[in-house]
Structure formats: structure tokens, C-alpha cells
């Protein structure tokens, strides 16, 4: 589903939208880190892109049958390596450490230990990249400056908190996923807990949108719904890219000047739930 946000950046780009910092969490983490190694231009937008269609879900998620079996009869916490991901971000990535990135660049990660969120804004490029990204039972937990975390999607999965905290004034949401309305339900095992956590991020965001100070200005892009693709079939992501890509120009170009809160239609009503509900 990253590859929802790299049509998104290229619309972003394409309007000369560009960020200031960067803070990212689980598959926004690759994207970020890679964006942070770069000139801020359509290029960038592009060259990515072009990685994004060439990515197969071995690239990713490498097969391990004997790590999987283990895993099935508790042995493992995990089912898959690591090896792809630190693959990628070894390819992907310009800087060794965090502090080297051309724009500032933070992480979230989920603390093993704690379940706190963690931001991670110094240390290692690699471990930081790949511990926000470490899909718990799929990947094994990341050690990074002394802690151990898996994917920050579980505790913050669109840390606009986190973007105010570090000063921002004007916040770019790029979501990934959405669960809008099915026309029928999910079929299988996988897919079914793929859908519930989708849900569980839609509500996360939704009560963090009702959140936002007045004072800040804030840009949700809107997420591609119907969204009917598995979350392993990389065989579409350029389909996906596509699709980010027009959606977020349709909403970028229909913004009146000086919007300050531009979020999606179903979203905001929903945000507006939650903050009367409160």
C-alpha cells in the first residue's frame, strides 16, 4: 500500500508542495527515508515510482517456509527475515545515520517492551528505517540505540502529532490505506485481519484529525477507495501510484486559496463525530 503514497508525492511535487521534515511511520518510513536522501523535486517522485513497479513480494517478504513452520508451532515471533527490507533500505537510502539526511527525518517505532511510541530522529539510518516498518509476526523485533521495536503503525500509524511537536505549522497527511464500505466481506483469514486493522488506523485518524489545533493548517489527502488489493500483491503497485497520483491532483486543484483544514468529505464528517461526541 506504500505505493499509494508515492502517487501522492508525485502530485504533491508536480504542484510544488515540498516538506520542510519528514515524520513517518512503518511502510511511510521506506518512502520517507528515501525521499530524505534526495532533492526535493518530481524527479525524486519519479525515480521512486519507477522502484515502487519493479518490486515483486519476494523483494519484501522472502520466503522462509522453515522460519513459518516454526513460527505455526511457537518457536518463532516471526515468519518471515529482514533480509529484503535492509536490502532495500541499504539501495534505497543515502545517509548512514539519521542526522545525515538532507531534510530532517523521524521515525515511529513501537517500544516492544513498554508498547510506547517512540520517535526515532538520530542513530542509525537502517535499523531506525526498519524497525518503524517491522510488521509484528511477520518480522522479527528491530534493535535500535538500545531499545527493541516493531512497526509504529501500532501505536501511531499517522503521527500528526508528532509533526506538531517538532514544530510544524502546516501538516501533509499521506494515508496509505482506508476501509470504506465493502460489497461484501472478506473472504478469507487474511484478508479479514487485514480489513480490521485497516479499520483500527481509519479511527486512529479520525479521532487525531478532530485533534488538530485550529492554528494548524492541515492536508489529508484523500486515501483511494475502493481500495481491493492485497496488501503482499506488489504486482500493482502501479496501478496504485496512478491512482494516488489523480486523486490527490482532483483534491489538491479543488482547494479554495487559503484552505485550512482540507480534509476528505467522509473523513471530516466523521472527525466532527468524534471531537462533538467528546
Sequence with gaps: MGAVQVGMLQ?????????????????GALNGAFVASRAQTVDTADELAGIWARLRTRDVFPPRPVTALLALFGHRNHITSLRGLRELVRRWVEFASLEGARIPLS?????V????????????????????????????????????????????????????????????????GYAC?????????VAMAAHAITLLIQQQ???????????????VLPPLCPLSVSPVDFSRSAELIERGRESSGRFLDSLPP??????PE??????HAHAFAR
Design 107 to 111: 521515525t515511529i517505532a513501537t517500544d
Design 258 to 263: 487559503g484552505t485550512r483544514h482540507a480534509v
Design 113 to 176: 517492551l513498554t508498547g510506547e511510541e517512540t520517535r526515532l530522529s538520530t542513530g542509525p539510518a537502517e535499523s531506525a528505517v526498519v524497525a518503524s516498518a517491522a510488521i509484528p509476526g511477520v518480522f522479527p523485533p528491530v534493535e535500535h540505540g538500545g531499545g527493541v521495536f516493531i512497526d509504529g503503525g501500532v501505536t501511531n500509524n499517522t503521527p500528526i502529532s508528532q509533526a506538531i511537536e517538532l514544530g510544524a505549522r502546516t501538516v501533509c497527511v499521506l494515508p496509505s
Design 266 to 271: 467522509d473523513m471530516r464528517r466523521m472527525a
Design 181 to 189: 464500505s465493502l460489497d461484501d466481506r472478506p473472504g478469507s483469514a
Design 11 to 27: 502530485a504533491l511535487y508536480h504542484r510544488e508542495i515540498t516538506p520542510d521534515l519528514l515524520v513517518t511511520t512503518s511502510v
Design 205 to 219: 485518524l479520525i479521532a487525531d484529525i478532530a485533534r488538530v489545533p485550529d492554528d494548524i493548517r492541515l492536508l
